[in-house]
């Protein structure tokens, strides 16, 4: 199967040695975003706000492919408390709207750069 590498010029760049994404038939896989600002790396402040930064960074990703939110079908969530699962739902669901993925939602222990909340999600073209 061929794969490509995806690395969007309007998200925040890789702190680490990974991609975006791999696109491999069908399929795009993207690399846990967390709410870094794409301008200047920096954290947003507040799970609210880094949420709706994670989601504006997954947008950018899956345009890199031709692909949308619309496109996702599976999201895996990573929360550093549990607590603010209630808050980042409202955010998560505007959206994604009438999309309903497949979801998994875990406290980590830590994210990086001690960020608050963190996703990755598989789309489908």
Known sequence: MDTKIINAENAPAAVGPYCHAVEAGDFVFTSGQIGLDPQTQ????????????VLANLGAVLKASDLTLDNVIKTTVFLADINDFAEINEIYEEAFGDNKPARSCVQAGALPKGALIEIEVIAVK
Not at 42 to 53: D, H, P
């Open 42 to 53: 920096e954290l947003k402040e507040g799970v609210a706000a880094q949420t709706k930064q």
